[in-house]
């Protein structure tokens, strides 16, 4: 089977080669025998069975200590961290990796996953895990790796580990050897919603899908990793951040935050930026008696028996639009941010139980305060409540315009 570019499609194999040796060879046979080339990656810190393509040395020497501070120690869970860095620094300076496939006991896990993170979204990667039956939200992240419950420990080849792992060389050689049709080949935009933002998004969005495969993502917290993701991985042409709301969970403890990475991938990727205030008058909990007790006295709002919404304060906004700030300040690409003075999400408006204009004067004028306006880089206040249809126009004509320019704005 063939790549993209006529040559053969390449899968890599990796486990710990110490103690999953005929459970790899065995992938192994079932991928080649798929026709596909194989390359086997040895991850394990200690002294390997069988011989392997890529061997532990040669990872382990991708960490930045080199590889004496990852083989050879005494501390196991050290080397597993160490090594799990390697592997990751390994992976991301590779290519021709059509597909991954890993086996792994709870160490091995540990150290394949952040190397399958790695891989571009759209790159099929099965990890074979004995602890995959529960919460894999560490180990699989913002991306689409697939992971599979080995039933049995990895732990030698018996009549459940061949079908489960039979199952999974199979799964990962059908994903690398099948043409899967494009459907849109328009340019890709990443967009981010909440249900209090989604008149803006959904307008927006409209505007913009005759010229863009508009990918919308849920602004909590793994979906702003995963949009980033994308940005990193060189699938999207911009984006429309119009929900910015997992900085509130970020800075004051709810249960969405997207991390103090937030927008870094933005910066490095240096695409068109047009941003929005969505929803940064609200931190988000889960149910009502979730709510730190520091929390109890504050303006609280029930959106559903599973989550809880706190309104911020001028304080908190403030805060957060110094983060914002200092984060624009870092994106070389065009960048245009839309302050909404009428209010920020459906609950920040007369009548609503959000409504706070003070609060939301304090974020602005933050915001003002720490940007760094350029000719590339603008804040744009509008007189308008962030889901009027005036303001989701003037974000498709922001974009637009950056669009139009590239990344050279005059």
């Known amino acids: 089977m063939r790549n993209g ?64 501070a990852v083989l050879g120690i005494n501390d196991r869970g050290l080397a597993v961290l160490r090594m799990a860095e390697a592997f990751r ?42 602890v995959a039956s529960g919460n894999v939200a560490p180990y699989v992240g913002e991306t689409d790796m697939c992971m599979m419950y080995s039933v049995t420990d990895v732990a030698g080849l018996n009549q459940i580990s061949r079908r489960v792992l039979g199952n999974a060389a199979h799964a990962v050689a059908g994903m690398v050897g099948r043409d899967l049709p494009r459907g849109d080949s328009k340019p890709a935009l990443g967009l981010t919603m909440f249900g209090v933002t989604t008149p803006c998004v959904t307008q927006v969005a409209r505007a913009l899908e005759a010229d863009y495969d508009c990918l919308v993502f849920h602004a909590t917290g793994t979906g ?16 429309l951040d119009v929900t910015t709301t997992e900085v509130c969970d970020l800075l004051m403890g709810g249960i969405f935050s997207a ?43 029930v959106h559903n028996p599973q989550v809880t919404l706190m309104r911020t304060t001028p304080a908190e906004n403030r ?18 941010f839309f302050l909404p003075e009428g209010g920020v999400s459906a609950l920040d ?13 304090a974020l602005f004028d933050a915001l003002e305060h720490t940007v760094d306006q350029t000719s590339h880089r603008r804040l744009i206040r509008l007189p308008y409540h962030i889901n009027h249809p005036a303001f989701a126009e003037a974000l498709v004509h922001g974009f637009r315009q950056l669009a139009g320019a590239g990344t050279s704005v005059p």
């Open 5 to 68: 570019r006529g040559s053969a499609a390449t899968v890599y194999i990796v486990g710990c080669h110490d103690t999953k040796g005929a459970e790899l060879g065995f992938v192994r046979g079932l991928v080649a025998a798929a026709g596909l080339r194989t390359v086997t990656v040895d991850v394990g810190t200690r002294p390997s069975t069988i011989p392997a393509d890529v061997p532990a040395q040669e990872v382990a020497a991708h960490h930045p200590d080199g590889a004496s």
């Open 89 to 130: 620094l390994f992976v991301e300076g590779r290519t021709g990796i059509s597909g991954m496939i890993g086996l792994g006991g709870s160490c091995g896990t540990a150290i394949i996953a952040p190397g399958m993170r790695a891989l571009p979204v759209g790159v099929p990667k099965v990890l074979v895990s004995t």
């Open 224 to 239: 702003g990793r995963a949009m980033e993701k994308l940005a990193a991985s060189h699938l999207l042409v911009g984006i």
């Open 259 to 301: 991390g103090e990475e937030r927008l870094d991938a933005v910066a490095r990727a240096g695409i068109p930026y047009v941003g929005s205030c969505g929803a940064l008058d609200m931190v988000n909990f889960g149910a009502l008696d979730t709510v730190p007790e520091r929390y109890r006295g504050r303006t609280l709002y």
């Open 319 to 336: 805060k957060m639009g110094e983060w914002l700030g200092r984060k624009l300040n870092a994106c070389p690409g065009p960048v245009r």
């Open 349 to 361: 408006s007369p009548g609503q139980p959000f409504h706070d204009p003070e609060a939301d004067a």
